[in-house]
């Protein structure tokens, strides 16, 4: 072995090291998830925002009437906006509030409305 690839040699072999152990490096922890079953027990269509408090992108889901969909969001606070969306509903007034989902928990979430169908 030559006196220069003798001093190469270490650094090389550190950087593979380096190359490798991130090859090998864990995954990121799980983020804990808040369950969300929600019930439509109208004839309207609804339309759920979910925005996390701490910012990010929103989550939107729209609600058939009568439908039942059930979601994961990442356990938190949010600002939630619940809105029916049916034209002949217009003049319904769209429902805000906060929420603070808890990790591991199931929320049942019914939608009802005083307006005739």
């Not at 938190?76 to 619940?82: C, K, L, P, S, W």
């Not at 199931?106 to 009802?112: A, D, G, S």
């Amino acid at each position: 072995m030559t006196p220069a690839l003798k001093r190469c040699f270490p650094l090389v072999a550190a950087l593979l090291a380096v190359v490798l152990a991130a090859g090998c490096a864990t995954e990121a922890p799980p983020v804990p998830m808040a369950h969300l079953a929600i019930e439509n027990l109208t004839s309207y269509a609804w339309r759920i925002t979910l925005m996390p408090r701490t910012g990010g992108s929103p989550q939107i889901l729209a609600v058939d009437p009568h439908d039942s969909p059930t979601l994961d969001v990442p356990a938190g606070a949010y600002q939630v906006e619940q809105r029916i969306v049916t034209l002949s509903a217009r003049g319904a007034v769209p429902r805000d509030f906060t929420a603070e989902l808890k990790a591991g928990e199931t929320y049942r979430w019914p939608l009802m409305t005083l307006l005739s169908p």
